[in-house]
T-cell receptor, first 112, second 111 residues
């Protein structure tokens, strides 16, 4: 079974731009969660989608948004990028949020 | 508010010895706990988990212990191997709540 895939793997943007990251979950998984990892902050939860509905949301500003499609693929969007948004963005999928989550390799975003 | 805490950012252990990674949590509603391992440039990989109805779970060289009264869990790796060198994240959740991660402990196993 193919694992979680994320595209792109690396991205460089400038302040004020917007970015869209994509995540394809493991086949059959309907829950997709997004996390931000920065040095010293660990993994911080952004949001979780299940069957195209956002079920949980972390403490991030409204510039961070996401969506899930009917095939469970998910996208995450960050508008008006700030330098502090530079991070590794990880996507994880599971059969349901209460099941073990499996992570993708992440998208490394650098904001200049 | 950090509900899952890993107070040791790093740990160095000699090959063959025991590695003990610790994790504390504050939310008594957490009832499922997991450990993930992360190598640089890769996503975290699931290692081992434990439900709050147990106090110990073993999987090969890895054992997780849960002390609910102390709100503490630990991961024991015996014997430690150089390939175990990675960042280890402790995570916790309860039904309907998002997975909460600690900040990670970087383990270095030296030959």
């Amino acid at each position: 079974k193919a694992g979680v895939t994320q595209t792109p793997r690396y991205l460089i943007k400038t302040r004020g731009q917007q970015v869209t990251l994509s995540c394809s979950p493991i086949s059959g998984h309907r829950s997709v969660s997004w996390y931000q990892q920065t040095p010293g902050q660990g993994l911080q939860f952004l949001f979780e989608y299940f069957s195209e509905t956002q079920r949980n949301k972390g403490n991030f500003p409204g510039r961070f948004s996401g969506r899930q499609f009917s095939n469970s693929r998910s996208e995450m969007n960050v508008s008006t990028l700030e330098l502090g948004d530079s991070a590794l963005y990880l996507c994880a999928s599971s059969a349901d949020v209460e099941e073990t989550q499996y992570f993708g390799p992440g998208t490394r975003l650098l904001v200049l | 508010d950090q509900q899952v805490k890993q107070n040791s950012p790093s740990l160095s252990v000699q090959e063959g010895r025991i590695s003990i990674l610790n994790c504390d949590y504050t939310n008594s509603m957490f009832d499922y706990f997991l450990w993930y391992k992360k190598y640089p440039a890769e996503g975290p990989t699931f290692l081992i988990s434990i439900s709050s109805i147990k106090d110990k779970n073993e999987d090969g060289r890895f054992t997780v212990f849960l002390n609910k009264s102390a709100k503490h869990l630990s991961l024991h790796i015996v014997p430690s191997q150089p390939g175990d060198s990675a960042v280890y994240f402790c995570a916790a959740f309860f039904s309907g709540y998002a997975l909460n991660f600690g900040k990670g402990t970087s383990l270095l196993v030296t030959p």
